[in-house]
């Protein structure tokens, strides 16, 4: 699983939320000062951005 500091995904959240919703593949999203969580069993899927506003 790929890990990314909260910094870098708001710089780039757009793009990595649509990387994971083509991959399938989740991130973990931390606090670069803080404790690590593990992640829920069960993973929540970002909408198909493309499909909003529609």
Do not use: H, N, Y
Not at 7 to 13: N, T
Request: charged share 35%; glycine share 6%; hydrophobic share 40%.
């Amino acid at each position: 699983m790929e890990e990314i500091a909260i910094p870098e995904f708001k710089a780039k959240c757009l793009a990595i939320m649509e990387r994971v919703t083509k991959t399938k593949k989740p991130v973990r999203i931390f606090s670069a000062g803080g404790s690590r969580v593990p992640p829920r069993r069960k993973l929540l899927a970002f909408p198909d951005l493309r499909e909003i506003g529609r």
